[in-house]
């Protein structure tokens, strides 16, 4: 059986060299076609023999995540939508500003949670990615930007810390020194609150960004925004965000998706102040993007803007999210499903392929 060579350990890799008569170095050079040079396939590595490619394609997986839509939006970001060998589509994004890149990936299909205000909930979790496909997302878009992003956010759709052991194996290789050696730093990982994944990957030991969504500072509050099932407790959560910050040292963001009239009010933000102090961490505030027919809408500027200076007022270090992208189905997995949406309307029925999508 064919396995995925962009997660296969070094060593595995070099018995299988010597296992088909060929000589060590040529993992190095195998390695680096695929960490640093973002190669496809074997034939693009320039430097290999013609035996040793064929018996590359013989043996390993390459891309299994094939570009099917890129949407341009005037500022420069590009959404990606990726289809996998079963037909399931993930999107990811290149996010330009003025110095850097970031890449916005996503780490499931669908997602489990289901927030009532987000296009990725819809419909479930269809399926966990595995750390290859998580990776293939990573070069491709690689090889779109023709170079390594500065950043890297995971907060397209789904839930990292619920897919643990395949993201943890994609964020080691995006990380491995003798991989792709990117800093752990300039990875962010963002959560809905999922208390077990983040008291876990507290203890990995490695300075990733933790990004916790709280979208509100009442139990309450989130209740009308998350449903029950993998809602944790704000006292939980913030415990946790406390040991992050004590494990690592490095200072937790806390994400506010602001939504008219359910979690703006001076009030709101007050509250939201002190537990923000307690855990020695920071906001950012993403305005609402409206999702179709969600029933929630963005407050305006005004209130935004009153919001993030009753933080700011109380000593909290505030950013708010910059919009990117849109005119490009910018919300977290907007992308996706107008294309399950269009999907169906050429093809009726096969929306039956991804549960309860539409
Ligand atoms: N599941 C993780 C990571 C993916 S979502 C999490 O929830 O944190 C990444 C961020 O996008 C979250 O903060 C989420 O609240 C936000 N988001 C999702 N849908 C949105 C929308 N329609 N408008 C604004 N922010 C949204
Ligand atoms: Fe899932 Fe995050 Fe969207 Fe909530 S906001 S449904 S946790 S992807």
Known sequence: MKIPLNTLPGTELAAWLKSVGQPAYRSTQIFDWTYR?????PDEMKNLPADLKAELVKSFIFRQGRETRQEKAA???NKLLLEFTDGACVECVIIPSVERFTFCLSSQIGCPVGCFFCASGTGGLVRNL?????LDEFFVCCRKLGQLPDNIVFMGTGEPLMNYSNFMSALNI???EKQVGMSPRRITVSTSGFVPGIMKFAKEGKP???AVSLHSPTDEGRARLIPDKHRYSIKEISDACRFYFNETGRIVTIEYTLVKGLNDSRDDALKLADIVSSCSAKVNLI???AVEKSGFSRPDRSKIAEFESTLTGKGVPVTVRIEKGDNINAAC??????HLKEDAQKNPGSENQEPGNL
């Open 174 to 176: 995006i990380c491995g």
């Open 75 to 77: 500022d420069g970001t």
């Open 208 to 210: 990733w960004n933790l």
């Open 287 to 289: 305005p609402l993007n």
């Open 37 to 41: 040079k973002f190669a496809d396939s």
């Open 130 to 134: 595995d750390a290859s496909e998580i």
């Open 333 to 338: 997995g907007q992308l996706r499903i107008s």
